[in-house]
């Protein structure tokens, strides 16, 4: 009676095995994985192991997704830099989705090539579609930025985005894992092609980027990213609250709701980047910067300070009053910004929402102790405007909250009452108001 390893097809593969083993048990040759992501149309690429110490932090969930990840290729591809820099968005959005695509077919064919070689290897995306399930939390496989840091293709600027020596900061940029060893790996630059120059500073219309380094990360997806998750939801919740088609004009204008439809049609269009666009920085992008420097701002600069637009920010955020006081003649939108599911997502997301400038001269201890279907211990210290989090209780608190679970994601969700869950004794506070009132200053939703 015949067997399975009768079968054509069974008996076909095996006789190849051993050579399948070789493929895939072999260290690749750097130079060759490099070039094969320049012939499949990458501008600059690098290769790094999964042990490397700067990709620790993600080898995890990269491992989730493709157990067999040995190294990760990483790439760059060139966007048209003055479609980036256009006050009409329309033309910086249609390259940043085609160049994305670029990097996703790239990719694609890597990976392609690769597989032809008898080598595993995986194309996460270089952008969306993402792991939507697990919003807020973390939606993707790979963090590209640092693994292009950690592959040599340039460093982090002030403005939070990689700045390659060449290209500056106008590249997207993608990964290939790959189930390979390789014969050697790229290094880090020996310098960070980031100016200094603070122009992205000065062209943020939300203050998201401090001219003392500090990233407002919140501030920063609540605007660029309004037609994105949290923004799109917050848009859906305004159309359940309407209770007829007049009241929802009040809350949004024809154009933004026109907006909207755009990018359920044609795919959601990133509001500002304005960080992007003023960047110098680069070798083929700087010299019109050292040429004339205040010809570069009032050409670059200035157009996207004085477009008028309309803003989005997080009502009491430190955004809204910087947006107010820098660009008066912007149309403030209060909308909600990116709300927790759950109490750790709650905890891992203070660092995120925390707002420096309305927690001027405030030094508290929280501990949080939570009880019910979501048990968890935090200590939330607020000190010379910073904040840091940490699981379990430490030190002395100055004010001690024990909250059911549920009934604090139902205040942090604005779906319950603070003060009604107090009168209930389902939150209970030990130690001054005044400091749980701050601390709901601090971190605005």
């Known amino acids: 009676m015949a067997t399975l390893d009768d079968h054509p097809t069974v008996r076909k593969v095996r006789s190849r095995v051993p050579l399948a083993l070789a493929e895939t048990s072999r260290t690749l040759d750097a130079t060759w994985l490099k070039q094969l992501a320049l012939d ?36 760059v591809c060139r966007m048209n830099r003055e479609s980036v820099r256009s006050p009409a968005r329309s033309a910086s959005n249609l390259e940043f989705h085609e160049t994305t695509d670029h990097v996703n077919e790239i990719a694609r064919r890597v990976v392609r090539q690769l597989e032809s070689a008898g080598i595993p290897a995986m194309n996460p ?18 963090s590209h930025k640092p693994v292009a840091v950690a592959a040599g293709l340039g460093h982090m600027g002030i403005h939070r985005n990689v700045i390659h020596p060449r290209f500056g900061n106008f590249i997207i940029l993608g990964t290939v894992l790959v189930g390979a060893d390789v014969t050697e790996q790229a290094i880090p630059l020996d310098y960070n092609p980031c100016l200094s120059c603070k122009l992205c500073v000065a062209a943020c219309p939300v203050g998201a980027i401090g001219s003392d380094g500090h990233f407002n990360a919140s501030a920063c997806m609540t605007h660029n990213y309004r037609e994105f998750m949290a923004g799109f939801t917050d848009w859906v919740e305004t159309i359940a609250e309407s209770e007829s088609a007049k009241e929802y004009r009040k809350r949004v204008t024809d154009s933004e709701s026109a907006s909207m439809w755009q990018s359920l049609a044609f795919g959601p269009n990133y509001k500002a980047a304005y960080c992007l666009s003023v960047c110098p920085a680069g070798e083929e992008v700087i010299p019109p910067f050292l040429n004339n420097r205040a010809e570069f701002v ?86 010379d405007q910073k904040v840091t989090v940490q699981d379990g209780l430490h030190g002395k608190a100055d004010c001690a909250i024990t909250a059911d679970a549920d009934t604090w994601m139902g205040f942090v969700r604005k779906e319950r009452s603070i003060v009604w869950a107090i009168l209930r004794r389902k939150v209970k506070v030990k130690g001054p108001l005044r400091l749980v009132r701050a601390f709901g200053k601090c971190f605005p939703n």
């Open 40 to 75: 499949a149309g990458a501008d600059d690429a690098g290769v790094v192991s999964i042990d490397r110490p700067e990709v620790a932090d993600q080898r995890a969930d990269i491992l989730s997704a493709f157990p067999r990840t040995r190294t990760l290729l990483a790439f």
């Open 298 to 383: 009032n050409e670059v600069v200035k157009p996207l300070q004085q477009k008028e637009e309309p803003i989005y920010v997080v009502p009491g955020s430190d955004a809204e009053e910087y947006t107010a006081r820098k660009f008066p003649h912007k149309q403030l939108r209060r909308v909600n910004g990116v709300r927790a599911t759950s109490i750790r997502g709650f905890l891992r997301g203070l660092s995120i929402t925390f707002q420096r400038g309305k927690c001027v001269g405030l030094s508290a201890v929280y501990h949080f102790t939570f009880t019910g279907s979501q048990p968890a211990e935090a200590t939330v210290t607020i000190r």
């Open 125 to 142: 995306a270089g952008g969306f579609p993402m792991e939507m399930q697990k919003f807020p939390g973390k939606i993707w496989i790979v």
